[in-house]
């Protein structure tokens, strides 16, 4: 590996022109790719073989004209403060908004809530109920405006309207916090290199391998149902490792170069050794993403492999645009205090060579001073975070997480004000009551059995399709969706309807965001495990490869285990309990994301290999040339920690920086991704692993005989690159001798 790395590396940094224009190439075919692509269609969230996705399908089925995925808009009407929605003037406004939208493009039905009784006990508020032809995500502009335009006259009368649902989608937040992590990031490579060419070097590559990967997401969305999500998780990914990936290359680099080797040669050394890093860091992280596809959720599945076609995107860059820069920069990648400097006249790679000490050496001996004492106080503040993550609750994003500011909010707001929070997540019972010798009797039996289950407030009356055998019927329960008591009346109304219609040849399925969110939690769960021995199995194996050692990959999975915790722990207090909800954004604590734990337990275990890898094979290099167990600790510390704390401040600046979105999921996983890469980094990886691997000493170094003949020697530490260095001085040597 170290050896076809190295000529790779002198191959890219003499072709430079040429790597750099077939970069640039692909830069620009992807933009026009994207540019005439057909827009994205719907991004249907499928759930295959739960109760929920049979209801909708069922739906589709028996219920000509009507979609189960068909975009909704519930318009709220609110008198005037004294006044009454009942009343003649504000009666009439509100019959003719409801006629308005009706009447407008892509609406299949719009209830009148006068006659649908959707007003509210004392009168002072009703909402329509509007259902389009088309899901949200084929909904057209024109639709939107239409209901735009209808609820802005309407509330001239003085009321207040506001709508929500998926209709009225908000507006895209601004990149103004995306734009401050990326400011961050380059502040901190110009304050670790010194140099502002090669500062900009690892953003530049981390842009160009990004908009090659959102570009391609783009031109691809219409024919897999990409939605927006997929290229901004794409996008956090791809720019933080991109930006770590080039700065481990170009910090090696610049060290080659000041051992003296020349700038060719130096590229090369640089990526058989780092570059060997960035490729099994990089695998660690495309394992855990594409392993997604074991949970068997299609937009966690298409969200996995999206982000992890940029991460090879980015490792790929790194390989070959990186050292092609570097040669294009020459002499300006360097810092200015150190240009002018004196070079050694042969390149030194003593590994015995007395080493001047800095702030990781010293770190590190101080962890070696005080290994049990830096463990203990490690695992307990680590334990302690982790708390909050024994009360997760999971759930679907609704109107509810909505900016306080948004007329979806505000909609939501109203409706739990004069209605209740039920209304706010409606459950949808499908009987069908095909196989029933009486189905209208079987389904008005269910009804009434319906109505006594416990927290159900209100039930509709059954709508039969057009061949009378299957019904749908609305159930209101009296607590707010997402709720643990909305998730029993769930439970207990499937109990209920099974006991009516099993015994009556039919069978009873519920929908709703409740019922959704309980079966993809149900889902997860029963995919945790083999996504997790899949992905963990994978992984071990790769770093037995990488590190020669049993202990030492052991070690990296258990430091994983108290990192993803600890981080779950964090978005817990933050998101579900309110702990500084203001400072950070939250406008409405509740139940976390459902998909969030499983995608964020694959991130975090991809990024913390990535420091395990990055910091641990220069500790191994350090050992395997000739240094005692502690001293390669102190050596691999003294040259790569400065690099991997600043590769950890780029990643939480970018991560951060995604917490300005406007999609739920991306801000809990911006701000958890943040907090799991400080804690991995700079507890686990930077605190508690040399303070392991100082206890164990020697035997974190330890492999079976008989498995370390059975193993591919990868060689990432660049031993057959020294041979080969050794066999061509001696031969140079026996050539200037001779007579």
């Not at 990409?226 to 090696?252: K, Q």
């Not at 209740?420 to 389904?443: M, Y």
């Not at 203001?582 to 734990?597: A, D, F, I, K, Y």
């Not at 694959?602 to 167990?629: H, K, Q, S």
Request: neutral net charge; proline residues 5%.
């Amino acid at each position: 590996m170290a050896a076809l790395l190295h000529r790779l590396g002198r191959f890219a940094h003499r072709h430079r022109s040429l790597v750099v224009l077939v970069w640039i190439s692909l830069l620009t075919l992807g933009g026009v790719a994207a540019a005439r692509a057909p827009a994205a269609g719907p991004a249907s969230f499928a759930l295959p073989g739960t109760e929920s996705q049979r209801a909708h399908d069922l739906i589709d089925e028996r219920f000509a004209g009507q979609r189960a995925d068909g975009a909704t808009a519930r318009v709220v009407f609110k008198a005037p403060e004294g006044g009454r929605i009942t009343d003649p003037a504000l009666r009439d406004v509100v019959s003719a908004a409801v006629d308005a939208i009706a009447s407008g493009p892509e609406v299949a039905q719009a209830t009148d809530p006068f006659e649908a009784g959707t007003v509210s006990a004392d009168e002072s508020a009703a909402y329509a109920q509007v259902t389009y032809e088309v899901s949200g995500t084929e909904l057209s502009e024109r639709s939107r405006q239409a209901l735009r335009d209808t609820m802005a006259k309407a509330s001239r009368s003085g009321m207040t309207v506001e709508a929500g649902g998926a209709v009225l989608k908000g507006e895209r937040g601004s990149h103004a916090a995306e734009a401050v992590g990326l400011a961050v990031a380059a502040v901190v490579l110009l304050i670790t290199l010194g140099s502002l060419t090669a500062a900009g070097l690892p953003l530049i590559t981390a842009l160009i391998g990004v908009g090659i990967g959102v570009c391609s997401i783009t031109a691809l969305a219409s024919l897999f149902g990409l939605d927006s999500t997929t290229s901004v998780l794409a996008m956090m990914l791809g720019l933080a490792v991109g930006i770590d990936y080039a700065l481990f290359i170009v910090s090696r680099y610049r060290g080659e170069l000041a051992d003296g080797r020349s700038p060719e040669d130096a590229a090369g050394r640089s990526l058989g050794t780092a570059g060997s890093t960035v490729v099994f860091a990089g695998l660690t992280v495309v394992i855990a993403l594409a392993g997604l596809a074991v949970v068997g959720i299609p937009p966690l599945t298409k969200m996995g492999v999206a982000a992890a076609g940029t991460v090879i995107l980015a490792v790929l860059v790194a390989l070959t645009l990186v050292p092609a820069l570097l040669g294009v920069a020459g002499g300006r990648i360097e810092a200015p205090r150190t240009r002018n400097r004196p070079t050694h006249s042969e390149p030194v790679d003593d590994p015995r060579a007395p080493q001047a000490p800095n702030t990781g050496g010293r770190w590190a001996a101080f962890l070696i001073r005080r290994p049990i004492a830096v463990l203990a106080v490690g695992v307990v503040a680590l334990c302690a975070l982790a708390v909050p993550a024994a009360s997760l609750r999971l759930g679907l994003p609704d109107d509810g997480s909505q900016p306080v500011a948004s007329t979806q909010r505000k909609a939501y707001d109203l409706i739990s004000e004069h209605f209740g929070p039920g209304f706010n997540g409606p459950l949808l019972a499908v009987a069908d009551a095909r196989g029933s010798g009486d189905p209208k009797r079987t389904v008005g039996e269910l009804a009434t059995a319906l109505k006594g289950v416990e927290g159900v407030v209100t039930v509709g009356p059954p709508r039969f399709n057009a061949v009378g055998d299957t019904a749908m019927i609305t159930v209101i329960p009296a607590s707010r969706p997402g709720g643990a008591e909305t998730e029993a009346v769930v439970h207990a109304v499937r109990e209920a309807g099974g006991d009516v219609m099993d015994g009556d040849g039919g069978r009873l399925m519920v929908s709703g965001s409740t019922a959704m969110n309980i079966d993809v939690s149900q889902k997860l769960n029963d995919a945790l495990l083999a996504y997790l021995a899949v992905v963990v199995g994978l992984a071990f194996l790769l770093l037995v490869m990488v590190f020669r050692s049993l202990a030492v990959p052991l070690k990296a999975a258990l430091g994983f285990l108290l990192s993803v915790t600890a981080s779950l722990g964090a978005v817990v207090a933050v998101f579900q309990w309110g702990w500084f909800s203001s400072l950070l954004g939250v406008t409405e604590p509740g139940p976390v994301m459902s998909m969030m734990p499983v995608f964020m337990v694959g991130i975090v275990f991809g990024l913390a290999m990535d420091y395990e890898v990055f910091l641990v094979t220069r500790i191994r290099e350090a050992y395997v040339n000739g240094r005692t167990a502690h001293e390669a600790i102190t050596a691999g510390f003294r040259h790569s920690a400065r690099v991997v704390t600043a590769a950890a401040l780029i990643m939480m600046a970018v991560f951060a920086g995604f917490m300005g979105a406007d999609e739920q999921m991306v801000k809990t996983i911006g701000f958890g991704l943040a907090v799991a890469v400080f804690i991995d980094a700079f507890i686990v990886r930077m605190t508690l692993v040399p303070a392991v691997l100082a206890l164990m000493g020697d035997k974190a170094w330890w492999l079976p005989r008989r498995l370390d003949s059975v193993l591919p020697h990868l060689d990432v530490e660049g031993d057959r690159l020294r041979a080969e260095e050794g066999r061509g001085d001696s031969v140079a040597l026996a050539h200037a001798s001779r007579p």
